[in-house]
């Protein structure tokens, strides 16, 4: 990848290989699926990084997540509370859900298909980190990242099949820092 660079204007440009362009879609892709308005589908393809639960219950109201990955991309506004949580809940997770499938959506169509480079708006180069920031939550929750990420990455082998997944979540952080650096 080539860093995110500032552009006058206030706009961000960077450059993907065509694998990294691909590997990006599809971590949004899984994300946007989770969260879609009806809740998460049934159990993912087998391999796919963010693998999930389908244990969000369906009714009248939203409940709180069973699937960790949803409970942390749709937190509660009040823990110590579960009926204040619920209430909150029911006015504001379907535009949660909608603001972050808008902003996903937003990468995808500012992401070339094949890699190449990007040239972002400064509205577009926020989206993109909103969107980013939800992939690594969601990558960060399956694989039980902590505090020392670099620890638990480096307590695996090569070989692990969880040892990629760890280094798909740090070149994420990179990407996300080159954006973060570049708006700045």
Known sequence: MDPFRPTRGG????????AEASLLRSLVGQVMTLIAPDGPPPPGQPGELLDWDPELTQGDQPQIPDDPVLARLLPDGYRD???AAQEFRKYTESSLRSAKQQAAQEMLDTLPETGGKI????DQAHAWLKALNDVRLALGVRL???EEFEEQW???RADDPQWAA???YAWLGAVQESLVKALA
């Open 11 to 18: 706009g961000v440009r960077a450059g993907l290989a065509p």
């Open 81 to 83: 509370d579960p009926g």
């Open 119 to 122: 040239q972002l708006t400064h």
């Open 144 to 146: 039980g990242v902590t």
């Open 154 to 156: 480096g307590q695996l």
């Open 166 to 168: 760890f280094e798909v």
